[in-house]
């Protein structure tokens, strides 16, 4: 099982960002994946995730309406299209995927990409 994580970067205020999360060994479409961040001096929180049982997708109140989670089957690549970013956007975000259908919390986490990092600042 493999995740690899890319597209973070340096970016203003108010712009965007399209991360992706390339997995490989194993067939995304029947595992819960999600998309987490850790801030500097703090805890990896969760950020959104898309549910193995019916698609569905789920945001923490800090992203919603800014951020799109997404996934590709023929490609095993799920993405997180991040938009009007803010300072407090910034950190390491990192893929991971669970047995569980949906993945909320990093305790569910069986296998994690090696993250990327997001900086907004101006």
């Known amino acids: 099982v493999q995740l690899q994580a890319s597209g973070g970067g340096l970016v203003q205020p108010g712009g965007s960002l399209r991360l992706s999360c390339a997995c490989s060994?194993?067939?995304?479409?029947?595992?819960?994946i999600g998309w987490f961040r850790q801030a500097p001096g703090k805890e990896r929180e969760w950020v959104t995730c898309i549910s193995s049982s019916d698609g569905g997708t789920y945001y923490a109140d800090s992203v919603k309406g800014r951020f799109t989670i997404s996934r590709d089957s023929a490609k095993n690549t799920v993405y997180l299209e991040m938009n009007m970013l803010k300072p407090e956007d910034t950190g390491v975000y990192y893929c991971g995927v669970g047995l569980d259908p949906e993945v909320v919390h990093p305790s569910q986490i069986g296998w994690w990409g090696q993250g990327t990092l997001v900086t907004v600042s101006s």
């Open positions: 060994g194993f067939t995304l479409d029947y595992y819960g």
